[in-house]
Each structure stands twice: as C-alpha cells, then as structure tokens.
C-alpha cells in the first residue's frame, strides 16, 4: 500500500471505519481527519475533536489510558427515550404514561449514576437495582418522588426493611417478586413497618430471544416464576388480603435483543398474564420490559452486536403490542416501564488508549543466499525470485514446505540462528509478494484469501482487555475501534491489536469490517516522537464493571467532560486509576508489608556490603515510587 495518498480524505475514512454506521451521529470525522462528538443542545450543535480533549487531559496530568465519558451523550439519551416513546403513545391514543428506570448495575460508577438521576430528574427517570448495595445507592441519590426504585435480585429481611424504610421516605420502591420464599418475608416486615409494599412479579416467558443469550430464555431462563409459581404467589396475597399490593409485572428477556420480533413476542406474552392476574382480580398499573433495547455496535443491522429495529421502532411496537393485547379485554393501559440499560450508557465512555511499539512482518535485512547456506533456505529465495501470478498457490505451498524444513534443520542443529533468521526473512518476503499479487486472482483460494490478515502487523496498545474491554474477550463483542486521529491520511497497514498482559487472549483482532466483520484493522505507520491514539468506542455499558485484574492492571484513569452550551469542552471530573498499591492491596498484599520487607533486605545488603547506604536511598525511593504509580506504561 501507498503511504499519504493525497486523494484520501475523511470521507474516506470514514467509510473505511464505518463510523456513520455505528456512531448513531453523535462521532464524526473532521476534515483535518480527527473524530469529533457532536453535542446538541436545544440552540445550538457544536462539535468538539477528541485529539483535542485528550490533549486537554494530557495537560492536567491525566496519563493514558484513559476513560472518557461524554456527559453530553448521557443527557442525549435519556432525551432521546422520553420522546420516543411520548411519539408512540400520542400516535397510538394510549391511555398511559412512559417511565424509565436505570439499571445500576450496567455502570455503577458513582458519577455515572448521579450523571443520569440528574439528567433524568424531569421524567422522573427511576433506578433498578439488584442487590442490597445498590439499592443504597438508590435510596441516598433519588430525590424525585415520583421516580420508581425497582427490586430486582433475591432479598433478604435486611433488603425488605431497606425498601418498606424508602416507601416511608416517600420513594416509589417496588418489590418484584423472584422466588416463593420472598412473599412472606415481605408480609411480615411490612405489617412489621405498617406499611404496605409494592409488589411485582417476575415472569418467566417461554418466548424465546435471538442474540449473545439465547440459551438464557425460555423454559431454561434461571430468573421469573412459572405459572405455578404464579398462582401460589396470587394465593398467598389474597389470603393475607393484600392482593391490591400487587401493582407490577416485569420480564427481562435478556440483554441485547437484536430482533425485533423477540420483543413483540415477549409483551404478547406478558399481556396474556396480565389480563388473567387481572382477572383474579389484582389491580396492575405497571408493566416493566426490563432490558434489552440494543446499541449497534458493529452497524450492519443484524446479528449478535446489532438490531434490526430503531428506537422509534421499538417504543411503537411495545406500545401498539400492549394495546392490541389488553384493549379486548376492556383493561386500563398500564404505566410502560423499561430498564434499558446499555441503550442509555454504551455511547458515553470512550476507551483511549496510545500505542507502544509495532511489530511487523516485514523482510528486516534480505542478503542474498550464498552457495553454503542450505538447500531450504537457497530454495525460498529462489521461488521469490521467480513468482509468478498462475502458480500463486503453488509458491503459497512452497513456503510453507521450506520454512517448515528450515525449522526442522534449526532443531537438528544443522543451521545457525541466523541463517534461520534469513530463512524466515525470505519466508516472509516471499508471502508479502505473494499477498500484494493475490487482489489480481479472480478465484483465490480460502489460504490465498486470508493471506493479508495472517501478515497483519501487531501494534500494542497501553491497556488491558481484560480490565477495559472484558466483553471482547469474554463474549467475542465487537466494539468500534479506530485511530481517532490523521484520517485524512490513509492508513498503510493492517494489524491486530495487542494490549499489555501477556495472555494470548488479550488482543482485539475482530473489527467491524466493510461490509460485516473484519480479522484486521487498517491503521497508520508510527511517526517517531509522535503519539498515535486509537479509541474503543460504545463502550459505557458493562465493561467498567466487569473487568477483572488480571496481571494486576487497574482501573485506569477516567474523566467526564462536558460541552456546554458555547461548544466549550468543561472537565468536569478526573479519577485516577488504580494505583500499584491499591492492586496488590485487592490481592492483600499489604503495600506496607510489602515496602517494610523490602527495606529489610535493603538494610540486610547494606550490611553485607552489596550496596552502599546511598544506594538503598536510592533503591528505596524508585520502589515507593513505584507503589504509588501507574499500573500502564507510563511515558
Ligand atoms: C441486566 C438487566 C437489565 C439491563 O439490560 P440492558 O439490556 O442493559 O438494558 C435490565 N433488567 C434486568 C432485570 C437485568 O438483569
């Protein structure tokens, strides 16, 4: 490939990385070739270069890597949701109201939570929670009464009393109901209380889902009562006389849900419960889909990262779905309740992270063969020489058989390091002239095909999938990944991308490709002295949470900005990463005890004369700086 085409532009590549297809409008490329957010308010659309705000962050000491969340793009969201199904219901005539919750355990970061109570605040958007934990954090950062506290997850006396203590306070806290056992623990704490709970059901749908969690739903979904269940649920309350507690029905059919189809089926579904509970005489008034509302993550409309619906889709759907259901049956429309989670937070974050080094499999120092060097290694240069474009495959074939022979003569100690260094540079000179001729071949062959992606060079990244991206490996996720600057020139390599543990799975190599998936990316050349920058974009929903350490990688920097009204980026919050201490004191390896055994052994040298006093001061200071560093590489 060229390097800087003149030709190339941001168009280009922004076709090439398909950015107008997953960036759902909020990222563009400028034409000075570095991708922007664009921010709207209800004046004015500005659009702010993430170069510049890294540049920004660089500045007030933020090191990479880096996670930025847009705070513009949380506001947008939840915009985005109210009217959308406000639309659905008016054109609809639907006798009720939209209300949201957010389910914390998507991103439980404290900032992330307040971000979205705040922004929420006019809808009165609610939260979902699923442990005793988080319900904590709803109870101390909801203010709005009129916001809903949905209880998901197993629940203990402690976790009742929690919720009937945040009905007193004023909170709308529901409780919905996961297994038998919870009925008469709520009973009894709340005639305990004097107050009554508000309760829901959780029900196990036999409509089955597409996408990531397919075996979760169904008859093998771990979560929701069955139909039994069901009925000794409506026993149990209407022998307590409290069936008019009994107010919500939720279903989650799992996240993610890339066809559009699954979801009508579902609200079919649950409306058929509705009107039967109905019928039994409980007064219902919420119905909550749960999650499941997807972010198109890889832009081709379909699939696992994908939707084949918009948004506006959705909320009509649902919102037609219920009323076709319950309209025969003369039942009033219930309040519509979602728990989309990843919808709201996946645009926000966006991972940034600098590339270390570059390897490539380019031929280093490609000496002729002379007559002593063995019979495999005069063959390879020999069949470079004579490539032709009819017999591809055959040359393909050859290179392999001789690098094979080459590495068998290295075993047998017949051949030096170094002539096996100038063998496998011919082997990689003759496929990287066999890869630029294959584009001519009309048929080529799947070996012939994959040629280029097998030469891909590795560039690695300062970060680890497994801390920042832990879907990637875990799930195969596709996120949008690209440079977020010079794409106003064209990119002249193609690479994997490695992060900085040493497990072999911490890599991405599975791209959103034109059209569909691609093994590799297309990247620039490293200019010397000059940082290049690659963002992982949609990635504000799970990842943060989930990551693990491995290889005692920490959380890693993260900053909030904000583009005000003026189009002026405001930093509004920095947080340091983990420290080194902070890692090793999750795995309790206390720092002190760690800094004081160290210094002992110091001492120790010092007396036994290896090092002088000097030099423990020496020694000691780089190790307690250490401690309190970084745990990326730092610059
Ligand atoms: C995880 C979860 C959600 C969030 O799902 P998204 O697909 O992220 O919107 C909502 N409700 C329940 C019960 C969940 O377990």
């Not at 004023?170 to 008469?184: H, Q, R």
């Not at 000794?232 to 409290?242: G, I, W």
């Not at 309740?337 to 270390?356: D, K, Q, W």
Request: proline share 4%; charged share 25%; aromatic share 10%.
């Amino acid at each position: 490939m060229n390097n800087i085409t003149s030709s190339w532009t941001s168009d280009d590549s922004a076709d090439l990385y398909g950015i107008d297809r997953w960036g759902c409008g909020y990222f563009t490329i400028s034409p000075h070739g570095e991708v922007e957010v664009l921010t709207r308010t209800s004046s004015a659309e500005h659009r702010v270069s993430l170069r510049q705000i890294v540049h920004g962050l660089e500045e007030r000491g933020l090191q990479m890597p880096i996670m930025l969340r847009l705070e513009n793009l949380i506001e947008t969201r939840i915009n985005e949701l109210y009217p959308g199904f406000q639309e659905a219901i008016e054109s609809s005539c639907y006798q009720n109201r939209y209300q949201g919750v957010f389910p914390i355990k998507v991103n439980q970061q404290a900032y992330v939570v307040q971000a979205i109570t705040h922004y929420g605040n006019r809808h009165a958007h609610g939260l979902e929670v699923g442990s005793k934990a988080e319900l904590l954090i709803a109870m101390a950062t909801l203010s709005n009464t009129e916001s809903l506290i949905i209880c998901n997850g197993y629940k203990d006396a402690e976790f009742i009393d929690l919720g009937l203590q945040a009905r007193k306070l004023g909170l709308k806290c529901i409780f919905v109901i996961e297994t038998l056992k919870e009925v008469p623990i709520i009973l009894e704490r709340s005639t305990w209380c004097g107050v009554d709970p508000l309760i829901g059901i959780r029900l196990k749908l036999s409509s089955k889902v597409d996408g990531q969690w397919a075996n979760d739903s169904g008859h093998r979904s771990l979560f929701g009562l069955t139909s039994t269940q069901i009925t000794a649920v409506l026993d149990r309350l209407k022998a307590a006389n409290k069936l008019d507690c009994l107010q919500l029905l939720h279903f989650h059919l799992g996240s993610q849900i890339p066809n559009i189809r699954n979801i009508r089926n579902g609200v079919r579904e649950a409306c058929r419960y509705f009107i039967n509970i109905a019928a039994e005489g409980a007064d219902l008034k919420y119905l909550d889909l749960g999650g499941g509302l997807g972010i198109d993550y890889d832009g081709t409309g379909s699939g696992h990262y994908s939707l084949n619906y918009t948004l506006a889709e959705y909320c009509s759907d649902v919102v037609e779905t219920i009323q076709e259901s319950l309209d025969p049956h003369g039942l009033p429309h219930p309040v519509i309740i979602t728990e989309s989670g990843r919808a709201i937070v996946a645009p926000m974050s966006v991972l940034l992270f600098n590339i270390l080094d570059v390897v490539a499999f380019d031929p280093k120092h490609l000496h002729l063969p002379q007559a002593d060097h063995c019979e495999p290694i005069r063959a390879l240069c020999e069949a470079r020489r004579n490539i032709e474009l009819k017999r591809l495959q055959e040359f393909y074939n050859d290179a392999f058989y001789y690098r094979d022979q080459i590495q068998e003569a290295f075993l047998r100690g017949q051949i030096t390091l170094r002539e096996r260094a100038l063998g496998e540079d011919c082997y990689f000179a003759i496929l990287q002239t066999i890869a630029s001729f294959v584009p001519q071949v009309k048929y080529p062959s799947a070996e012939l095909e994959h040629l280029g992606d097998f030469l891909a060079d590795i560039y690695y990244g300062n970060f680890s999938v497994f801390k920042s991206l832990p879907d990637a490996w875990a799930i195969n996720q596709v996120f949008p990944v690209m440079p977020i600057h010079r794409l106003h020139e064209k990119p002249d390599r193609k690479a994997v991308i490695a992060d900085l543990t040493c497990d072999c799975d911490g890599k991405l190599n599975r791209f959103v490709g034109n059209p569909g998936h691609a093994k590799t990316l297309p990247l620039h050349s490293l200019k010397d002295g000059e940082e290049y920058y690659i963002g992982v974009f949609l990635v504000g929903a799970y990842q943060e949470t989930l990551g693990d350490f491995h290889n005692l990688f920490g959380d890693t920097n993260a900053a909030s900005v904000r583009v005000d009204a003026k189009g002026q980026v405001e930093f509004v919050h920095e947080l340091k990463g983990d420290s080194v201490a902070d890692v090793l004191g999750y795995v309790e390896h206390q720092p002190k005890d760690l800094y004081r055994r160290f210094h002992d052994f110091a001492e120790r040298s010092v007396r036994a004369s290896r090092i002088t006093v000097r030099e423990r001061q020496q020694i000691l200071k780089l190790f307690s700086e250490s401690l309190s560093g970084y745990t990326y590489f730092k610059r």
